[in-house]
């Protein structure tokens, strides 16, 4: 499962900032090879009814990213997924 089917149910409680975080996180594990998501090759839409399309790109990325490196670093998600994918793992060697 994809890290946003994991975290859905939580979307309707959420801030703007925190659906901002969780596309966040969710991008972080679409960056190819090593790379990380920056400034420079990341945006985020944010789109609502009664909300005006605004794209958040570059300088006004950087906070969130920040906040994201904060949390855990950039690839933060890696290690949870990893986890998890243990964890199913070794249910499935149960059965």
């Not at 959420?14 to 945006?43: F, P, Q, W, Y």
């Not at 904060?70 to 059965?95: F, I, Q, V």
Request: glycine letters at 10%; proline letters at 2%; one cysteine or more.
């Amino acid at each position: 499962r994809t890290y946003l089917e994991k975290h859905h149910e939580s979307f309707p409680e959420c801030s703007k900032d925190d659906l901002i975080m969780h596309a966040l996180r969710a991008l972080v594990g679409c960056v190819s090879g090593d790379g990380e998501l920056t400034s420079e090759n990341g945006s985020i839409a944010v789109v609502g009814k009664g909300e005006k399309f605004t794209l958040i790109e570059g300088a006004e990325l950087k906070p969130y990213l920040d906040r994201l490196e904060l949390e855990g670093g950039n690839n933060a998600g890696d290690e949870e997924e990893k986890e998890e994918s243990e964890a199913d793992d070794d249910d499935a060697m149960e059965t």
